[in-house]
């Protein structure tokens, strides 16, 4: 998984860093096959922004998050995705399901 940083009106230091990627790999242990990650951390006045896109084979998920917290954002931001990236898989999974051919049916 490639996973990119980048904040607006705002410096990333290694402790946001290492706390994006920690919260960010939950998602990947659900689903392998994540091509990469886009994260934009920002400061809206009073509030604080994180918004993620993640590229899968075939679709791109895009979640953002508002709190007071930075960090809070994250964790927000972190269920969405990993929601989202579960909703996903389970769409993929009964889709190959319903592919099956029947061959106990003759009418």
């Known amino acids: 998984m490639n996973l ?4 607006h009106h705002l410096e990333i230091t290694p ?22 990650v886009s ?8 509030k604080q922004k994180a918004e993620a896109t993640v590229r899968l084979p075939g679709k791109d998920i895009h979640v953002e998050a508002l709190d007071e917290n930075l960090y809070t954002a994250i964790d927000n931001l972190a269920d969405k995705l990993d929601r989202q990236v579960q909703k ?5 999974q009964e889709h190959h399901r319903g592919q099956k051919p029947d061959h106990d049916v003759e009418e």
């Open 88 to 92: 996903h898989k389970q769409k993929l």
């Open 39 to 46: 994260t934009i951390l920002s400061v809206e006045k009073l």
């Open 4 to 7: 990119q940083i980048s904040g």
């Open 15 to 36: 402790a946001i860093h290492e706390y994006v990627t920690g919260k960010l790999e939950r998602m990947a242990r659900h689903f392998d096959h994540v091509i990469d």
